[in-house]
């Protein structure tokens, strides 16, 4: 039961393994001081689902221990680190004690776990330490690594092994395990804390006070007869308190969700369960393509918990909402999860994922690099990186943003860094895009640490000998590594030099500039490695005697790529039909901010680089994009795309051909935005954005919800009309609606409109960074009508303004959902 798991929380060890000063600061009360010394820890339950409860390793994790945090040569702190009981977030000290929220880490935000010294700060401020006490915890986001040292090799080692077994669990955790009775998804987990919290006396009961305090901490503000209404219909004994089994019952009033019973006895009928055949027809109609008999039974025997149904393959209502929740009922296609397009075209014709300024984790002025921005780029499927060179001390060139305040760090720690990390989660080949900065001296050191370092993932020569100057599929350059650079031919340069040097041309003398040019020199050793991805100025788009190669790669600035998808869209459409195109942010945005990566991908340009340190709709967008295929990093273009003949423009991409319909019914469980104001409950609208060929870019929202971000309902219906479907993006984005201030964001998630499927789906929100916010989920039915016959891309034909939306009609099956539930407190149009 949920509560029984609770009132264990209550109960802390024989004795406090925190100061009773601090402990009472972060919400961890030290234990009565009646409690038997010689009573055991009671079972943990969500340890013991996941099969960890005995374990030795999480024993000792949830006994806590004293880890040295390391920053720097100076700043190195014993603090106190602790798994809490549910196996799920780990509570440190701080010197200062901060509110709750800021003394835990999530297990499902970690991103690695390192032993040794693996990370940049261990390798430099770790060296009086040995490596078998020391692991670093790499996080998921911008959240900063964290660099410990245990007091022994074997403490070190068990929190290695309890941390990768917890991560490891909760990864391959069913969906199934992962509900507890009721409440669908992770709901037990986020519960017994809030429920352990609003139990302001410990004594595991619940005052109309404290259950009035519970709402407003999960993000609901109820009216106060209605609640007290719920509270005294479950409260049985008529004491004026909740406990066990009254709890567990307000509980499971209090997260029902009426739209999916709603569903569920439309199709299931009187007897209150799906058949395999019943459960067929609601997959035929949301659309499923792997729509049979034996796919729904399949579905029953996964996602039922109920045994006995299990057997007479039937599926109940918790059944139903578990499948709903699972990654098969969300939005996202789960074919597409994988890489499933095919890998054997030449690069040309793959969007693939880019980076600026890899090195910088924060602006461009005076921001600090640092290698471990490296590995968080590859982390995300980064599959090109920048790197910018400038002659170091002692021979040794480093990379950091030329003429600026930011740190520096050196070239071959660098290049070591993308042989450790490169391939950790895509096997597909990393692009190193070089900006050449050193003298020949330097140059030639570059070339010896990329041969020494990479070795055998360096690509030096060719592949076919028969078609030199064609491009290599990205399944040939599996696990190799590509230098972008200069290259020499023929006793000349061809230019790389990038906006920002023409800015810099308009601001110096003639003299400066001339002496600048005849410096611009390429070392032999460089040269030779610029094998497939020559940097080269474009000059013209118009035809050529003697075409350029395709391995001649241009680099544009933002402002450029727009002027020519602008003024000469099909002719530049047709270049990156051949040739890689780099695109990357102005020199102007000093503060790493990004620009708007569709307009590039609507033309075809693969290496739109961005700030991946500097979060925004940007790199959602981005995110979004390459969500898909594996999150390999590369995804093939539309066929329009791709055709050396393509009559494609962006700019008259011709009439709508696929008409979009989301009908937005709830939400569930949002975040609130001020975890330490009881009283901070958010409005939440929702908007959805579609990103792709400028006629098809439109924003709608609903109305807001008054006070609720744990339940709220909308029911309306946004409708777009696409004319290239095949290139749009659509991102749900929910806000926190203000009236005089703009709105504050809430979540997000973006996905390709080809990998959203139909029907009733959940959306599962992600944070700023990209972190997942489970268990908050947008509930919605989609559904997208294409016009018959149309084909991808189509011929062009510039047509005058764009089409008016129609008007906004809800689907048959959910406006009769709404009818009979009503939409809920929607006010106020924003």
Not at 413 to 429: G, K, L
Not at 640 to 648: D, E, G, K, V
Not at 722 to 727: D, K, M, T
């Amino acid at each position: 039961m949920l509560c029984g798991s609770w009132r264990s929380r209550g109960r802390q060890p024989e004795e406090p393994l925190v100061p009773a000063q601090v402990a009472t600061s972060v919400g961890h009360p030290s234990p009565p001081a009646s409690q038997d010394a010689s009573t055991k820890r009671p079972g943990l339950r969500a340890l013991k689902k996941m099969g960890l409860s005995e374990d030795e390793d999480v024993r000792a994790m949830l006994r806590g221990s004293r880890l040295c945090k390391i920053r720097s040569r100076t700043w190195q702190k014993e603090r106190l680190y602790r798994l809490q009981e549910d196996g799920m977030s780990v509570w440190f000290q701080r010197r200062i004690p901060r509110a709750p929220s800021q003394h835990i880490f999530f297990v499902q935000h970690i991103d690695a776990i390192r032993e040794g010294h693996q990370s940049e700060g261990l390798r430099h401020f770790g060296g009086a330490f040995e490596p078998a006490r020391c692991l670093t915890i790499a996080f998921k986001g911008r959240r900063k690594n964290l660099d410990l040292v245990a007091p022994t090799a074997e403490e070190a080692q068990r929190w290695v092994r309890g941390l990768a077994k917890l991560r490891a669990r909760l990864e391959a955790m069913s969906q199934r395990e992962r509900l507890d009775q009721y409440p669908p998804g992770d709901t037990h987990t986020w519960i017994h804390s809030y429920l352990h919290r609003a139990d302001s006396n410990q004594d595991s009961q619940m005052s109309f006070k404290e259950i009035k305090n519970l709402l407003r901490m999960v993000n609901v503000d109820m009216n106060d007869m209605y609640a007290y209404r719920l509270f005294k219909e479950c409260d049985h004994s008529k004491n004026e308190r909740l406990e066990g089994p009254e709890i567990e019952e307000f509980l499971r009033r209090l997260l029902k969700r009426p739209e999916l019973e709603e569903i569920f006895h439309r199709y299931s009928g009187e007897d209150r369960v799906l058949s395999a055949p019943e459960l067929l027809e609601f997959l035929e109609d949301q659309g499923e393509r792997e729509a049979t008999l034996a796919h729904a039974q399949q579905l029953i025997h996964t996602y039922e918990l109920n045994e006995k149904a299990k057997q007479h393959e039937l599926m109940t209502l918790d059944g139903f909402m578990m499948y709903l929740l699972s990654p098969e009922g969300a939005a996202l296609d789960p074919a597409h999860t994988r890489v499933f397009q095919d890998m054997d075209q030449p690069l040309a014709h793959y969007f693939i994922s880019s980076s600026h300024n890899t090195y910088l984790t924060d602006s461009q002025i005076g921001g600090p690099s640092s290698t471990e921005a490296y590995v968080r780029a590859f982390a995300q499927g980064c599959r090109c990186v920048e790197l910018d060179c400038w002659e170091g001390p002692g021979g040794e060139p480093v990379i950091y943003h030329g003429h600026t305040l930011t740190s520096k760090i050196l070239f071959r720690d660098v290049i070591q860094t993308v042989r450790e990390h490169a391939f950790t989660v895509s096997p597909y080949p990393v692009i190193l895009s070089l900006e050449n900065h050193c003298g020949l001296e330097q140059q030639a050191a570059m070339a010896r640490h990329l041969h020494t370092i990479l070795g055998d993932m360096l690509v030096t020569q060719t592949l076919d000998s028969q078609n030199p100057e064609e491009l290599p599929s990205p399944e040939r350059l599996k696990g190799r590594i590509l230098v972008k650079g200069k290259k020499s031919e023929d006793g000349r340069i061809l230019s790389d030099r990038e906006e920002e040097d023409e800015e810099e041309d308009e601001e110096e003398g003639a003299g400066a500039i001339e002496q600048r040019r005849r410096a611009k020199q390429i070392s032999p050793e460089l040269s030779a490695l610029a094998v497939y991805c020559c940097a080269t100025r474009l000059r013209t788009l118009r035809p050529a005697p003697v075409p350029p190669q395709p391995r001649h790669v241009s680099s544009l600035s933002e402002r450029q790529a727009k002027k020519l998808s602008r003024e000469a869209g099909n002719s530049f459409v047709r270049h990156n039909a051949r040739h890689l195109t780099r695109v990357y942010p102005l020199g102007l945005r000093m503060n790493s901010a990004n620009y708007s990566p569709q307009e590039m991908w609507n033309s075809g340009c693969q290496l739109v680089a961005l700030n991946f340190q500097t979060p925004g709709y940007e790199m959602d967008l981005n995110a979004g994009r390459f969500l898909v295929n594996g999150q390999c990093g590369y995804v093939l273009k539309p066929a329009c795309l791709r055709q050396p003949n393509t009559t494609f423009d962006p700019e008259c991409p011709g009439p709508p051909r696929t008409t979009l319909t989301v009908q937005v019914l709830t939400a569930q469980q949002l975040p609130k935005l001020n975890a330490e104001k009881p009283n901070s409950i958010v409005d939440p609208l929702v908007r959805i954005e579609i990103h792709g060929v400028p006629a098809d870019c439109a924003r709608k929202e609903t109305n807001y919800v008054l006070n609720n971000g744990f339940n709220p309902r909308w029911g309306q219906t946004l409708q777009f009309q696409l004319r290239v479907p095949e290139l749009a993006l659509v991102r749900f984005v929910v806000e926190d609606y203000d009236v005089t201030s703009p709105n504050d964001f809430v979540g997000q998630f973006t996905l390709p409109l080809s990998s959203l499927k139909q029907g009733y789906r959940h959306i599962h929100l992600l944070s700023k960074d990209g972190a997942s916010l489970s268990p908050a989920t947008l509930f919605v039915h989609i559904s997208t009508l294409g016009s018959a016959g149309a084909s991808l891309c189509p011929t062009p034909s510039r047509v005058d303004g764009v089409m008016e939306d129609q008007p906004l009609q809800p689907p048959a099956e959910p406006a009769r959902l709404w009818s009979q539930l009503g939409a809920g407190d929607c006010l106020h149009p924003s």
